[in-house]
């Protein structure tokens, strides 16, 4: 009966850890102790069979199970046959990137001391209320060798040193990045704005697209089912906020890929994507909260507008529709107010009319929900009124003082964005250059 006690609660205690432990912050600290690989457990038999070679490196087929374990405990997915074969080539993906990272790190001369790797450990060790000898022990009761929490610990430490040493010379956010980014918050106030995670799964020349899909496919369905969505991004992310659970911060419309972008508008408040595929992978991504752009009451925002109306000559269903169909085709082509006053030059009897700058709490409630989320050049979809086929475009928008975020602040988010892509493409390059040869 004890038994039977205690087990489960060991691993829960084991999960608990490695939500933390792969969130860590790593210091960025020089040490002349070599970078060494710590993940190669020393089994006979099976156990140290080569999974994959990388650059003349083995991977074994226990560090490989270690990591499989890994991965199902702290994401809290099913244990089983299947499990594990849907896994297994993400896994070695995921071992091959830390294997170039930890190489890349060696042939930079950037080392991680012991002292650093374990005080990373015991900090984690630390936030789930355990000692270091605790956190072993939770590890060994859930399966999951201590070695492989080491090694996964090791690239992340070696790697953030590459980054911090290569990539961040390349990264520079220049004002009128900044400055043309406030002015689409200002251009944007009003509309909704999503606070986002993700998991990432890359799709590149040495991967099956159909292989990586089943596997977001199979991510999405055991997320359904309870497993945790943070968990599962740090052990299968492979974008930079994946240590912190894949975590996007918030995101304005328009500022991910289209398809993504019209997916989150999509989506209600706790809702997760199915696999979304992007330019460079596939994308599932967590809504986890919303919001309207701009601190402050929305009612504050002064807009101008401009009314663009189609006459409708009498009022059977087709004369509608044709004015309907005009205005639509404005809407659809128009680029801003001017392009609504070149249209009435070539739509026989269409009117202008321009309303000047209006808090949006002193427009009729009908007018200022149409209007509301649109941006400065964006027009509503034609509408059927008395006067005849009607849309509304925004031609300005004034949001009040203090509404917009500092400089320093869209500064850091730009500069993480750009350090997160690049980063990306460096390990890319990296993968792309290397001599790969996988066994399982």
Known sequence: MTQNV????????????LLGATALSIALLSSPTPVLAQGAIGAQGQLGRIAAIVNEEPITVADVEGRLQLAIVSSGLPDNAETRQRLLP???????DEALQIQEARERNLSVTEDEL??????AAQ????????LKAALAQAGVPWTTMRQQMLAQIAWSKVVQRVVRQQVNVPDSEVNAYIERVRANAGKPEYQVAEIFLTVDSNTSEAEVQRLGERLVDQIGRGANFSAVARQFSQSAGAANGGDLGWIQQGQLEDNLDRALQQMQKGQFSRPIRGAAGYHILWLRDQR???AGDPKNIQVAIRQFVVPIAGTDQAQQDAAFNIAKQVS???????ALEQATQQVPGAQVFTQPLTRLGDVPQQIADLVGALGVGQSTAPLITDRGAMLLMVCDRVVPEGSLPPPDQVRNMLYQERMDLQQRRYLRDLRRNAT????M
């Open 90 to 96: 993400q896994v070695i993906r995921l071992l091959t």
């Open 6 to 17: 205690t087990r489960p609660t060991m691993k829960s205690l084991a999960r608990n850890a």
């Open 332 to 338: 659809e082509q128009a680029r801003g107010c001017e």
């Open 127 to 134: 936030r789930n209320r355990m000692d270091i000898e605790q």
């Open 118 to 123: 374990t005080q990373d450990l015991e900090a």
């Open 436 to 439: 790969i040869e996988t066994r």
């Open 292 to 294: 309207i752009v701009a």
